[in-house]
């Protein structure tokens, strides 16, 4: 299946996806030196965004989050990729100085878990998991 959306940051990217259904924040609820998800409660507490095409539908949280996205990046512990339903500011310049691919205005409910996900610029093709 092939999806369309908008580009946030351009660019190439595969890998498993990572989805929650509940918005993320990159401040204090990921760990930045391993990429493991703190948040307490959250439906994706204790999996790694490390590499993953990371779907969730918005951000949330302090604008410090764009920096965290950053930090994740320079650890080597960030996702591949981002896709969100509606990219707000913060993970919008977080994936922009972070040079991490990143789309929005997708039907996240498409993609799944542990699909295999490729990202070419405003394509995201979708392969079942």
């Known amino acids: 299946m092939e999806l369309k959306g908008r580009i946030i940051r351009a660019g190439k990217a595969e890998g498993e996806a990572l989805k929650s259904d509940s918005p993320l ?40 989050g764009s920096y965290s996205l ?30 991490i691919p990143c789309l929005d205005r997708v039907d996240i409910s498409k993609i799944s878990n542990g699909d295999k996900v490729i990202i070419d610029n405003d394509s995201i093709i979708i392969e079942d998991g």
Not at 34 to 55: A, F, P, R, W, Y
Request: aromatic share 6%; hydrophobic share 35%; net charge negative.
């Open 70 to 99: 950053y930090r994740l990046k320079k650890n080597n512990c960030a996702p591949a990729a981002i896709v969100n339903q509606e990219c707000e500011p913060i993970v919008a310049v977080g994936a922009i100085i972070s040079d």
């Open 25 to 64: 924040s990159f401040f204090g609820c990921i760990d930045p030196e391993t990429g493991t998800i703190t948040e307490e409660g959250h439906e994706l507490q204790g999996n790694s965004v490390k590499d993953k095409i990371l779907i969730f539908p918005h951000g949330k949280g302090s604008t410090v």
